[in-house]
């Protein structure tokens, strides 16, 4: 049963910063796109990143570019996220999630694993 785990949320400060993980399991989404959605309490769950299955191209929402880098390291099957520079309104329930493609995209639907999600709070 292939699986997504989310680890690395927490309570930060406003400019701090935090690393999410996910790890994969069941399966190896090493040929995989992989992605980073986002969503807040009565809000729509949003793209934030994706990466294609070699690392060598990726794709981010403009409300986190220049803040936040995606990446992946297909050998111990992980997914980071890196945020820096948090705002208050990057608060949200953060999920991993997998394609059974390799191609990049930034849609929900077109993903077909999801995790559980970890949650990210920033305070300003």
């Known amino acids: 049963q292939s699986q997504l785990v989310e680890s690395g949320g927490g309570l930060v400060q406003a400019g701090g910063s935090l690393r999410l993980s996910c790890a994969a399991s069941?399966?190896?989404?090493?040929?995989?796109?992989m992605g980073w959605f986002r969503q807040a309490p009565g809000k729509e769950r949003d793209f934030v990143a994706a990466?294609?299955?070699?690392?060598?191209?990726?794709l981010y929402a403009d409300s986190v570019k220049g803040r936040f880098t995606i990446s992946r390291d297909n050998a111990r099957n992980m997914v980071y996220l890196q945020m820096n520079n948090l705002k208050a309104e990057d608060t949200a329930l953060y999920y991993c999630?997998?394609?059974?493609?390799?191609?990049?995209?930034?849609?929900?639907?077109?993903?077909?694993?999801w995790g559980q999600g970890t949650q990210v709070t920033v305070s300003s």
């Open positions: 069941g399966r190896t989404f090493s040929s995989s796109a």
């Open positions: 990466i294609s299955w070699s690392g060598g191209k990726t």
């Open positions: 999630a997998a394609r059974l493609s390799a191609a990049v995209t930034g849609i929900r639907d077109q993903y077909d694993y």
